[in-house]
């Protein structure tokens, strides 16, 4: 039997191609999609989990003179968010205040992202992905994402749309970052129309999102919060002129600027 070999060949922005070769036949996957670039110190974060509920801590009796006891306060509603602080120094030219700490979105709620080209409809996953909708929502509703770029387009083993980084260049945040939900368990991971957020690996969310116009294995690493309700049309003309320099992976040659996203 043939030796088992593998090549790394870095190909883009932040996106590397493998190649194992079996003997018979070289097989290809895209490494997957990154936010921002790792800092020179190393990890450019550390996973993030959901803080956990609490139960509020019991009245205390200071005996029969005592006045009546208050009551407990009435449990918070909504799913605990842990967002964390993502400190400076990945590209931020626009920070955002940190969103509430609990989501109380539910159910699927409706977005338009309005670009200078059209628009494209989503659908946003509160039920699936409440901390990521809760996020999504805080930044559009502060017009984070108004007059930004969708910064890269992969035509060849991904086939996607990034966009999310005021800063237009793949290492931006919003100053804080949260951990995954709703990784796809379903083949393939990422449909066609599949909304999704990138990262810098686990736990490293933040407003970085992506829209998927062609059916992509990706590794299951990313949160899925959303589907394309409209607009696939355009996405697809997008995809057709290619990126800016020629290569598989790059700016979109048909320059792509979100001039706002709203929510209801």
Not at 112 to 140: K, W, Y
Request: glycine fraction near 14%; aromatic fraction near 6%.
């Amino acid at each position: 039997m043939a030796g088992l070999g593998a090549l790394l060949v870095l190909c883009g922005i932040g996106t590397a191609l493998v190649y194992v070769s079996t003997g018979e036949k070289v097989q290809r996957a895209v490494a997957p999609l990154t936010s921002h670039a790792a800092s020179p110190g190393g990890n450019p974060g550390a996973p993030v989990g959901e803080a956990p509920i609490t139960s509020p801590g019991a009245g205390t009796s200071r005996g029969p003179t005592a006045g009546p006891t208050a009551a407990a306060p009435a449990p918070a509603t909504g799913v605990p968010c842990a967002y964390a602080s993502a400190g400076r120094g990945n590209g931020e030219v626009r920070l955002a205040a940190t969103p509430a700490p609990r989501a109380t979105l539910t159910g699927k709620l409706t977005a338009t992202m309005e670009t200078n080209l059209g628009a494209i409809g989503l659908q946003l996953f509160a039920d699936r992905a409440p901390c990521t909708v809760n996020s999504f929502v805080h930044l559009s509703r502060d017009d984070f994402y108004t007059d930004t770029p969708c910064h890269r387009l992969t035509t060849d083993g991904l086939w996607v749309l990034q966009c999310g980084d005021p800063g237009g260049t793949g290492t931006g945040t919003p100053g804080y970052q949260f951990g995954d939900e709703n990784l796809p368990t379903t083949l393939p991971p990422y449909p066609r129309g599949t909304l999704a957020m990138a990262n810098a690996g686990p736990g490293t969310n933040g407003s970085q999102f992506f829209i998927v116009y062609k059916d992509s294995g990706i590794p299951p690493d990313y949160s899925v919060f959303g589907m394309v309700t409209s607009g696939l049309d355009l996405l697809d003309r997008i995809a057709a002129e290619g990126t800016a320099t020629g290569t598989a992976d790059g700016p979109p040659k048909l320059a792509v600027q979100i001039t706002e996203i709203r929510v209801s």
